[in-house]
């Protein structure tokens, strides 16, 4: 399968914006504020210090995303992607 530029573009820009709401879904539920993305705001809940467990559990869970990501570009790209291309996704 040969691959394209603007099909890679769109795959990473598309994890990218999965992997960040999914990531910030996660994050504590506090109070909501908006953070500024490509010039979307996007709502995220921020507040509490997490205990070990929470913590722990939180680790688990920001894994799952990235496996889940890098999954996700396995299947639209057919080859895993590149150490660069998973920092550029999920930073």
Known sequence: ??????QLKN?????????EKQVLNIMNPG?????KKNDKPIPTN??????EEETQKSMDKL?????????DFFQKMGR???YSEMRSMMG
């Not at 795959?11 to 992997?19: F, L, P, Q, R």
């Not at 894994?63 to 999954?71: A, F, L």
């Open 1 to 6: 399968m040969t691959e394209n530029k603007e």
């Open 11 to 19: 795959v990473m820009e598309a994890i990218e914006s999965k992997v």
């Open 31 to 35: 109070n909501t504020v908006y953070i």
């Open 46 to 51: 921020i507040g509490k210090i997490f205990s």
């Open 63 to 71: 894994t799952n995303i990235m496996k889940g990501g890098c999954d």
């Open 80 to 82: 895993h992607p590149t």
